[in-house]
């Protein structure tokens, strides 16, 4: 008997480390000191990206771009709601500004681990001439990836490639809202995990070839704010990227009327990361977008960033935020002391 108890319990424990796989690691430690960082933010008035028609995949809601720069042009993977589903749509644009939309690229499968609800949330990199896309599925919401030829065709995995944490821990009811950098060798997903108590909060994992990953031990890599802060009640939909000797994150914050801004963060090496501001670096300017500014996606070159972003007129959790997507410019001036 207690030979059958020690087999039992070695095959939970090994069952139980198959499914959430850990790590000790930073991301490469980046050269600058800190110092005073100033902030210059060009923002468009309108959206760059609207919903679509009556009926079409995104007549609700047109949110969560992740778009990829190729030798073809920009390319735009975004969430799209139609009332029911969430899917992945596509647009294509020379410049980043004007976008010519290609409609329905993906969909939840209800036959799958998938269920009927959404498929979309993602981040897309282009990988040796193909895209790879990891995006949010299921209910509790886990991570799946899903690759492509010509961003319209996907092949997906059969099963997660990040899943739900142990319980007890900060990410056991959800992980969702991916982002995936390169830095180094490695892939580094960050992304939204929620525990039993409905707190969401961002967290990181590393990759070598992005099908099998590690959560870092040390989860999450930023906390909510304090009290009464804007950023009090959630974090999720994280953007980052390395720039002028130091990573930096763009991520949505909630305060408790559901109201979402932009927040920004800084970081030598990828996993201890302090606030640039108590506040909000980016809020809504306009009518379209004057309850909710959230799903950045950057890119980045010498202090200058390029972001897309899901901008909404009205406070909702999750959907139904008559969402579109925005588009700005931020410049940088910091890091310029390096060690």
């Known amino acids: 008997m207690k030979r059958q108890i020690a087999v039992a319990l070695l095959a939970a424990s090994a069952a139980l480390s198959g499914c ?7 991301l490469p430690v980046q050269s600058a000191t800190e110092g005073e960082v100033r902030l210059n933010w060009d923002v468009r008035t309108a959206p760059v990206l609207g919903r679509g028609a009556r009926g079409e995949f995104d007549s609700v809601d047109a949110l969560n771009p992740s778009v990829v720069h190729t030798a073809a042009g920009y390319f735009n993977f975004y969430s799209g709601f139609d009332g029911k589903t969430w899917h992945t749509g596509l647009a294509i644009s020379p410049d ?3 976008w010519n939309k290609r409609g ?3 969909s ?28 949010q599925a299921g209910q ?11 961003g319209v065709t996907w092949s997906k995995e059969k099963s997660p490639v990040l899943p739900l944490g142990p319980r007890g821990s900060w990410d056991e009811r959800g992980v969702a809202d991916p982002y995936v950098i390169r830095a180094g060798n490695s892939l580094y997903m960050y992304y939204l995990g929620q525990d039993r108590a409905r707190r969401q909060r ?25 009290p009464g802060s804007f950023d009090e009640v959630g974090l999720g939909e994280p953007a980052v990227w390395s720039d002028r000797g130091s990573y930096w994150m763009l991520y949505t914050a909630r305060d408790r009327s559901e109201n979402r801004r932009l927040g920004l963060a800084r970081s ?8 640039v501001r108590e506040g909000p670096v980016l809020a809504g300017n306009a009518p379209w977008n004057a309850k909710v500014v959230c799903d950045p996606s ?33 410049r940088i001036s910091a890091a310029t002391l390096t060690k």
Do not use: C
């Open 20 to 26: 959430s796989r850990y790590q000790d690691f930073t």
């Open 96 to 98: 980043g500004l004007e």
């Open 104 to 106: 329905r690229v993906m």
């Open 108 to 135: 939840p499968d209800p036959a799958t681990w998938e269920g009927g609800y959404i498929a979309a949330n993602g981040s897309v990199l282009e990988i040796d001439g193909e895209f790879w896309h990891w995006y």
């Open 140 to 150: 509790p919401p886990r991570i799946g990836l899903a690759r492509s030829k010509d």
């Open 202 to 226: 961002i967290g990181v994992a590393v990759s070598s070839e992005g099908f099998e990953w590690h959560k870092l031990r040390t989860n999450p890599v930023l906390e909510l704010g304090s």
């Open 268 to 275: 030598q090496d990828g996993v201890n990361w302090k606030r």
């Open 298 to 330: 950057v890119q980045a070159d010498g202090g200058f960033v390029r972001v897309w972003f899901g901008g909404g007129t009205r406070a909702e959790p999750a959907e139904n935020l008559e969402g579109q997507i925005g588009f700005a410019t931020l």
